[in-house]
């Protein structure tokens, strides 16, 4: 008698990041109020970077994606990355 145990294969993610990111500090969900630094849409993630104490960084879903290598080579010592942002 054999126990045959299925394996399912694994998905593999399409990107590195997943969907939410959040290091260091809790950062506060976005809201309507907040909007994307570059072109005023809503806002879709928030970057607080270490090189800097100034509010954090707001940027859409377009421009997240746009600059998502160059904000993580910039150390964020903490950002929040909405679901669906990245995919
Ligand atoms: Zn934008």
Redesign the pocket.
Known sequence: MTTKTPTAPTPTPSVEAPPAIMTGEALQPLTLADR??????P?QSRWKMAATTEEPLI??????R?FLAKLRASTPYASLINPGVIA
């Open positions: 994307c630094d570059s072109c005023a849409q806002g940027f859409c879903g377009h421009h997240t746009r």
